[in-house]
């Protein structure tokens, strides 16, 4: 992999311009992707929080469900945060009927878990493999892990008030996903820690 990778954010709905700002700072190429030639021309990807459903349809309708599949299959780094988790689950409780995943981590999330839009919070969250103190984690109509496969590393749980325990951040191989949104923070250790995750491949 290039000292430089292309990454880019699937900019069909959420904090797309924050993403690609903390990428660029963590020394990465960072573009939009919206179309599937656009995603040929990166090395990895990056799902942000929005709105799963909607995400759902619009990759369904923009042709990136299965062209995302594909490159998932094939070995392409991809982080997803909090709406970005749920499309990167196996199998999502409460979704939709017809909503659809990228099919990535071997994992069950729940969306919404932690309630609804007034029921945002924040909590510290210490992320294994993440140098420094504990992640001032954001989340909003967030969802958690309810179960993972024998090949899905924990990498951080809530460890504070009544949602201590739940698993909020997680790893499959290349694919990483967390429950809460580090491009609101302005801390770019998680982003920092993807990025070197698609330099050492």
């Given at each position: 992999m290039a000292d430089r990778p292309t990454i880019g954010v699937l900019a069909l709905q959420g904090d797309v311009r924050e993403h690609v700002h903390a990428l660029v700072k963590c020394d990465a190429d960072a573009h939009p992707v919206r179309r599937p030639e656009e995603l040929d021309r990166v090395d990895a990807l990056v799902v942000p929080g929005g709105e799963s459903t909607t995400i759902s349809k619009l990759a369904e309708a923009f042709g990136l469900l299965e062209p995302i599949r594909k490159r998932i299959t094939g070995?392409?780094?991809v982080y997803g945060?909090?709406?970005?988790?749920?499309?990167?689950?196996?199998?999502?409780?409460?979704g939709r009927p017809d909503q659809q995943s990228f099919d990535g981590i071997e994992m069950t999330v729940r969306r919404n878990a932690f309630g609804r839009q007034v029921d945002s919070f924040e909590a510290p969250v210490r992320i294994n493999g993440v140098p420094g103190p504990a992640f001032h984690a954001v989340f909003i109509r967030a969802p958690w892990v309810e179960r993972v496969s024998d090949g899905v590393e924990v990498l951080g749980q809530v460890t504070e008030g009544?949602?201590?325990?739940?698993?909020?951040?997680?790893r499959q191989g290349n694919l990483l996903a967390t429950s809460f949104h580090p491009e609101l923070?302005?801390?770019?250790?998680?982003?920092?820690?993807?990025?070197?995750l698609v330099k050492s491949l």
């Amino acid at each position: 992999m290039a000292d430089r990778p292309t990454i880019g954010v699937l900019a069909l709905q959420g904090d797309v311009r924050e993403h690609v700002h903390a990428l660029v700072k963590c020394d990465a190429d960072a573009h939009p992707v919206r179309r599937p030639e656009e995603l040929d021309r990166v090395d990895a990807l990056v799902v942000p929080g929005g709105e799963s459903t909607t995400i759902s349809k619009l990759a369904e309708a923009f042709g990136l469900l299965e062209p995302i599949r594909k490159r998932i299959t094939g070995g392409m780094p991809v982080y997803g945060s909090c709406a970005g988790m749920i499309m990167l689950a196996t199998e999502v409780l409460d979704g939709r009927p017809d909503q659809q995943s990228f099919d990535g981590i071997e994992m069950t999330v729940r969306r919404n878990a932690f309630g609804r839009q007034v029921d945002s919070f924040e909590a510290p969250v210490r992320i294994n493999g993440v140098p420094g103190p504990a992640f001032h984690a954001v989340f909003i109509r967030a969802p958690w892990v309810e179960r993972v496969s024998d090949g899905v590393e924990v990498l951080g749980q809530v460890t504070e008030g009544p949602a201590a325990g739940r698993i909020v951040a997680v790893r499959q191989g290349n694919l990483l996903a967390t429950s809460f949104h580090p491009e609101l923070t302005g801390d770019l250790r998680v982003h920092q820690y993807f990025v070197d995750l698609v330099k050492s491949l």
